[in-house]
C-alpha cells in the first residue's frame, strides 16, 4: 500500500510531541507528590480531573516551547531525513524542552514558599539579589534528590527520543512532495494557533493562568493544572507590576484610606443584585445625557431611563479597565486594571477581600451568571478564587436553542434563567450577571429583528435588545418575594462603538452607566460627582451597614465623606486621576500633565501654572498607584 508523502516524518514528529506531552504527565504527578500536603483532594478521581484539564495548558507550553522544532520539521527541503539535519533536530528540540521542563522541578520545592506556579514576578525579585551563585549551589545542595530526579528523567527522555527515527523515505516527484508539504504546513499552523490560543472559539481570548481555577474544588488543584513553563510565559510580556516609594505610609492613610469602615446605616441583609452589562457605555442613555447638550442625541435604553427616575443614577461614573474581566475584578474586588489587567498577571491567585468574600461572611449565598461557554473571558476562573458558591454558564443553560451562534445565550431568555435561579436560592443572596448579547456581530434574535432601532452605529440595536431584556426581568422579578429586598446595581463592563463627537474624546471614551435601584427607597437622584466601578463595592457595604474594616480602594458613594470623590485609570499609556478641579496624567515616574476637569479632551495643559490643588492631587495618585502595587505584589488583598 502507498504511503502518503514524508509519513515517516510526521509520523516520527507526532512520537516526538506525545513523549512531550508524557513528560509534562510525569511532571504533574511529581508536582503533586512533593507537595500533597498544601494540595486538597479527594482522591484519585480528583488528580485525573487535574490532569485532563491541565492538557490545555501542556499544549499551550509545548507550543511555545516547539513551534521551531515543528517548523523545521515539516519544511519541505528533502534533507530533512538526514544525519545532519536530524541532529540539528535534536538540539532544537531539547535545549528549549529540557530549560523549560526544568523549572517545574524547581517548584517542586519552591511551591511550598511561594503556594503559587513560578511567574516572570519571581525572576523579577531574584534580580535583586546579589548572591544568585551562592542561592543555587544551596538549592542544589539541600534539594540533590530533585536535581538528580530531573537529570534521570531528562536521560531516559533523550533514550525514549532515540529509539525512533525516521526509517525510510519515499521519494516522490516534486509537485507532490511540495503540494502536500505546504497542505501539512498550513493545517500544522492552524493547529499551533488553536493550541496556544486554548481552543478555536470565537469567545475565548488566549488562555491565562487564571483560566486553571476553572474547573477545580479549591485554588490550590489549579495548581497542579498548571505547569511552569506555561505560568512564566504567560506573564512573561505581562509584568508592569513593580514596587514604588514615592510617599511614606502615613500619606497613604491619610490620602487613599486603603482600608474602609462605615457606620452609616443600620446593618441589614438586603439581597444584592448587580447587572454587568456589556459594552454598555452611558453614550447610548438617554438619561444619562439629558444636561449634556449633544444637539439631535439618541438614547436606545427606555426602560432603563424609566426605572432611572426611581434609582439613584452616577452621571460622571468611568470604568476602570477596558476589558470584561477587568470590570469584573473592579466591581466585585474593587481591583482596577492599568497598564497589565490584574487578572491577567501573576498574581490573582491569592485570597482576595471583596463584595464575594464580604458578604459570604455574613451568610449569603453568592453566584455568578455568564451565559457564554463556561470560562469565556475568564470569569469562570476568577469567580472561583473569589469564591463564588455556584457559577452559571451556557452549561448549565443546557438549550442550544437560545444560542447565539457566537458568543452565548441571548440576553432575554438567560435573563429569565437569572431570575427563575435566583428564585431558588435561600435570603439573603448576592448575585451577579454579566451580559453577553451587546456583543460584535451586534446581532438581535430573528423575532425581535426591526423592533428595535437600527440607530446610527452597529451596536445601538443591541443596546435596546439588552434594555428590552432587563425589562422583561423585571416584569418577572417583581412578583417574586424577594424583590422588595433586594439592591439592583447596574453597570456597564467598559466603552464601545461611539457615535457621538462628545464620547471621542479622551476622558469621556470609557464613561459608563452606573445605576442603583433600591425599590420603595429615598436612594433617588443623580449625582454628578466622580464615580468608578471600584465604589461600588464599598457603596453596598455602607448601603446594608456592614460595619467591619474592609480593605478598599474606592470609596462609598453614599456616606463617605473623608475621601474625595475621584477616578484613577489607565490609558493612553499614562495613569489618569480625576478629583476635584483637574485631571492628572501620570507616566508612572512622574506628572507630565494636569487638565482643567472640563477639559475631557485633554487640549490644555496647565502644568506651567501649578497650584496647591494639583501638588495634593499629585500625591494622591502616587499613594494610590503605591499602595496598590505594594498590596497586590505582597499579596495583601485580604490582610487589614
Known amino acids: 500500500m502507498k504511503r502518503l508523502p514524508r509519513y515517516s516524518e510526521y509520523k516520527v514528529l507526532a512520537y516526538r510531541i ?5 513528560f509534562y504527565f510525569l511532571a504533574r504527578l511529581l508536582f503533586y507528590f512533593y507537595n500533597k500536603n498544601l494540595i486538597q483532594i479527594d482522591g484519585i478521581g480528583d488528580i485525573a480531573s487535574m490532569c485532563f484539564y491541565g492538557l490545555a495548558f501542556d499544549t499551550a507550553a509545548i507550543l511555545y516551547l516547539n513551534v521551531l522544532f515543528i517548523v523545521f520539521s515539516i519544511l519541505p527541503l528533502r534533507i530533512n531525513h538526514t544525519k545532519k539535519y536530524q541532529s540539528f533536530l535534536f538540539y532544537l528540540y531539547f535545549i528549549p524542552n529540557l ?6 522541578f524547581i517548584d517542586f520545592i519552591y511551591y511550598r514558599f511561594n503556594f503559587g506556579r513560578s511567574t ?8 535583586n539579589e546579589s548572591n544568585k551563585t551562592i542561592l543555587l549551589v544551596n538549592f542544589l545542595m539541600n534539594y540533590w534528590h530533585v536535581f538528580v530526579l530531573f537529570v534521570l528523567v531528562s536521560f531516559f527522555w533523550v533514550y525514549l527520543y532515540k529509539k525512533v527515527s525516521i526509517s525510510e523515505v519515499q521519494h516522490h516527484s516534486g509537485k507532490v512532495y511540495f503540494g502536500s508539504s505546504l ?12 493550541g496556544i490560543r486554548g481552543d478555536f472559539k470565537k469567545s475565548t481570548r488566549p488562555i491565562n493562568m487564571i483560566d486553571a481555577s476553572r474547573n477545580v474544588k479549591n485554588s490550590s488543584q489549579a495548581d497542579v493544572v498548571l505547569n511552569t513553563p506555561f505560568a512564566l510565559i504567560r506573564t512573561m510580556f505581562s509584568n508592569n507590576f513593580k514596587k514604588v516609594n514615592f510617599v511614606n505610609s502615613i500619606t497613604i492613610d491619610s490620602l487613599v484610606q486603603p482600608i474602609k469602615q462605615y457606620k452609616n446605616n443600620p446593618k441589614s441583609k ?23 447638550k449633544i444637539p439631535n442625541y439618541k438614547g436606545y435604553t427606555p426602560f432603563v431611563d424609566s426605572l432611572a427616575q426611581h434609582s439613584m443614577i452616577y452621571t460622571n461614573a468611568y470604568a476602570n479597565g477596558y476589558k470584561s474581566i477587568h470590570a469584573m475584578s473592579s466591581v466585585l474586588a474593587g481591583i482596577p486594571s492599568f497598564k497589565d489587567a490584574f487578572t491577567s498577571s501573576p498574581y490573582p491567585k491569592q485570597k482576595t477581600e471583596s463584595l464575594v468574600s464580604t458578604l459570604k461572611s ?23 478564587i473569589l469564591g463564588f458558591d455556584h457559577y452559571y454558564g451556557k452549561n448549565e443553560y443546557n438549550n442550544d436553542a437560545d444560542f447565539d451562534g457566537v458568543w452565548g445565550i441571548w440576553d432575554e431568555p438567560f435573563f429569565q434563567y437569572f431570575n427563575t435561579t435566583i428564585g431558588k436560592e435561600k435570603q439573603p443572596f448576592m448575585a451577579t450577571l454579566f451580559s453577553v448579547s451587546s456583543h460584535e456581530p451586534y446581532q438581535v434574535p430573528d423575532k425581535y429583528k426591526g423592533k428595535f432601532p437600527k440607530g446610527d452605529v452597529n451596536i445601538h440595536q443591541c443596546i435596546g435588545y439588552t434594555d428590552y431584556a432587563l425589562k422583561q426581568f423585571f ?16 453597570v456597564g463592563d467598559h466603552g464601545n462603538t461611539i457615535y457621538y463627537d462628545e464620547y471621542k474624546k479622551e476622558m469621556n471614551k470609557n464613561a459608563v452607566a452606573m445605576m442603583i435601584y433600591k425599590p420603595n427607597s429615598d436612594l433617588v437622584g443623580e449625582s454628578k460627582e466622580y464615580a468608578q466601578q471600584i465604589d461600588l463595592y464599598p457603596t453596598i457595604l455602607d448601603l446594608m451597614g456592614y460595619n467591619k474594616p474592609f480593605r478598599s480602594w474606592g470609596r462609598s458613594l453614599v456616606g463617605d465623606k473623608k475621601i474625595q470623590p475621584f477616578v484613577i485609570r ?31 479632551d485633554l487640549k490644555y495643559n496647565l502644568i506651567a501654572k501649578r497650584n496647591s490643588e494639583m501638588d495634593l492631587i499629585e500625591l494622591k495618585c502616587k499613594a494610590y498607584i503605591q499602595d496598590y502595587m505594594a498590596r497586590i505584589m505582597d499579596k495583601k488583598l485580604a490582610q487589614h
Open 270 to 292: 438586603p439581597n444584592v443584585v448587580i447587572f454587568i452589562l456589556e459594552s454598555n457605555a452611558k453614550e447610548y442613555f438617554g438619561s444619562f445625557n439629558k444636561d449634556i
Open 183 to 194: 497542505i501539512s504546513f498550513l493545517l500544522t499552523s492552524t493547529l499551533i494557533i488553536g
Open 475 to 490: 416584569a418577572s422579578a417583581k412578583k417574586e418575594a424577594w424583590f422588595k429586598n433586594t439592591i439592583f446595581v447596574f
Open 99 to 104: 530549560l523549560g521542563y526544568a523549572t517545574n
Open 362 to 384: 455574613e451568610g449569603y449565598a453568592t453566584s455568578f451568571f455568564h451565559g457564554a461557554p463556561n470560562g469565556s473571558m475568564g470569569f469562570l476562573g476568577y469567580a472561583n
Open 120 to 127: 516572570i514576578a519571581a525572576l523579577d525579585s531574584l534580580k
Open 18 to 22: 506525545m513523549l512531550i506531552y508524557f
Open 570 to 600: 489607565y490609558s493612553s499609556n499614562l495613569y489618569q486621576f480625576m478629583s476635584g478641579n483637574y485631571i492628572c496624567t501620570f507616566d508612572g515616574n512622574k506628572v507630565v500633565g494636569f487638565y482643567g476637569k472640563n477639559d475631557k
